[in-house]
């Protein structure tokens, strides 16, 4: 009763790997328990999740083939827009994000077009607008990018309502740091770079103040939610990001976080359920209003165990 915040499978936004084909599930090693899914399987693995009460999923697609521009992010029968109408067909109430980066399509691994051996900024722009167009066409609620460019939002933005999707959401990767917690992602996505890193466009973890001009570009530019990623070692940063901008807060709990818990817990150092259960708490704690996690199907089954001090007391009157 008098507990001070509160954690509800609504609030928790369930991560779906998508790739080419018909009942593929292909599990990934570094994420217990994870794994591919092709656009069928997706939907049931969605539907599941609905009936849990968790909130929304968001998608990352993995494309059967790769090209320097990431042509597969906005092809209309890529892994993605294919599950998005498969989800919203079968749970049309559940909230479906799809991430829009060229990451995960392109050859290099880079998150934008490449001029030589640095990224060029402002012609990865009207692709991620072209693929966030793909994915509202197809269905999508919630456009989430996750590229880090300067000033996709805005063209996303603007190319969403060019075409009609005014209603569509922004959720902006808006601070996302250039982490050692990514190598379970990159692995179940195939998004290694070939060579460099992202240093030169993702956040150098020790800055804050540079979060926060960040998150206030993205919502100036038209973000309806902005992000913070990784989780747990960027509480602080949550923190600030929630005392400086007025829309909704997300954090994503990432892979490596989810590997780590996991690993340590299959040694029999850590007890699974409270770890999982406390730090999802810490990042509610910390300011976040939306949690990302893998860890969605667990604590939604968890959390409906649990009985909301609400209904306790709708259940006493």
């Known amino acids: 009763m008098t ?22 599930r292909e599990p990934i090693a570094s994420m217990p328990g994870q794994a591919r899914l092709s656009p069928d399987l997706a939907a049931r693995e969605a539907a599941e999740l609905a009936e849990l009460g968790v909130g929304s999923v968001i998608l990352f697609g993995i494309p059967a083939e790769k090209d320097a521009e990431g042509t597969g992010a906005w092809d209309p029968d890529g892994p993605v827009p294919q599950a998005i109408r498969r989800i919203k067909a079968a749970t049309p109430a559940l909230n479906v994000w799809a991430d829009v980066c060229l990451c995960e399509y392109t050859d290099h691994g880079h998150c934008g077009v490449l001029h030589g051996d640095g990224v060029d900024n402002d012609a990865t722009l009207p692709l991620l607008a072209r693929a966030s167009v793909a994915y509202a066409r197809a269905g999508a609620d919630v456009i989430a990018p996750s590229d880090m460019m300067d000033g996709r939002v805005a ?163």
Not at 165 to 192: H, L, M, N
Not at 219 to 230: F, I, N, R, T, Y
């Open 155 to 317: 063209a996303i933005r603007a190319a969403l309502d060019d075409h009609g999707f005014e209603q569509t959401v922004i959720v902006s990767y808006a601070v996302k740091y250039a982490s050692a917690f990514y190598g379970p992602f990159r692995d179940a996505a195939g998004s290694t770079p070939q060579f460099g890193d992202r240093r030169s466009y993702q956040m150098d973890p020790p800055n804050v103040r540079e979060a926060i001009r960040e998150a206030t570009a993205d919502v100036d530019e038209g973000a309806d939610m902005v992000m913070v990623k990784p989780g747990l070692p960027y509480l602080d940063v949550i923190r600030a990001v929630r005392e400086h901008v007025d829309v909704p807060v997300a954090a994503y709990q990432v892979s490596g976080e989810f590997a780590m818990l996991h690993a340590a817990a299959e040694r029999g150092w850590i007890d699974l359920p409270r770890a999982m259960m406390e730090t999802s708490i810490a990042l509610r704690r910390a300011g976040a209003d939306i949690l990302i996690t893998y860890f969605a199907r667990e604590l939604a089954t968890l959390l409906r165990a649990q009985p909301h001090p609400a209904a306790v007391a709708e259940t006493i009157r």
């Open 3 to 24: 507990r001070e915040t509160h954690l509800a499978p609504e609030q928790l936004v369930a991560p779906l790997f998508v790739c080419p084909g018909e009942r593929v």
